[in-house]
């Protein structure tokens, strides 16, 4: 349960990290940049504990590598 709670404190932090309004195209360009890894790490992370949560052996090892996998796809797709 601490690992959960853990995970998820740090994909939250990483998401409020990347907020606020930029004051140069370039500022802009890096909150944006920061966002995408925010969303892509998040979403392993999360997508990772959700995975862990099936199966046992080794497919308790594929359902969490899967369940990653798919968390970085969808973190990056809502970047774009």
Avoid: W
């Avoid at 944006?32 to 046992?56: E, P, Q, T, W």
Wanted: charged letters at 5%; one cysteine or more.
């Amino acid at each position: 349960m601490n690992k959960v709670l853990l995970t998820c404190a740090l994909g939250i932090s990483l998401l409020v990290a990347a907020c606020g309004a930029p004051t140069t195209p370039t500022q802009a360009q890096v909150q944006h940049d920061a966002r995408c890894a925010a969303g892509i790490l998040g979403g392993a992370a999360l997508g990772g504990v959700v995975g862990n949560r099936f199966g046992g052996g080794t497919g308790k090892t594929l359902a969490t590598a899967a369940g990653a996998g798919v968390g970085m796809y969808a973190g990056q797709s809502a970047c774009n």
